[in-house]
């Protein structure tokens, strides 16, 4: 979709403190295709798109709260 102007970028520390979960959890979701990809910022370093994650975030609720 769209990216926002306003969009952040999430370093994985924040990602994990945002969701609750680590390292190998969020990369095994991303293998599985259930957790938003890393976006590639240098040869060293990934961020999260933080509207993305957001996104997942809310989806978890609906699936849940059958809203």
Not at 19 to 40: A, C
Not at 44 to 54: F, G, P
């Amino acid at each position: 979709g769209m990216v926002m102007n306003s969009d952040r970028f999430l370093r994985l520390r924040q990602v994990e403190d945002k969701i609750g979960f680590g390292k190998s959890w969020i990369y095994r979701q991303i293998q599985l295709q259930q957790f938003p990809p890393s976006i590639r910022l240098n040869s060293r370093h990934v961020a999260w798109l933080e509207s993305e994650v957001d996104a997942w975030i809310h989806q978890r609720i609906r699936l849940t709260r059958d809203v």
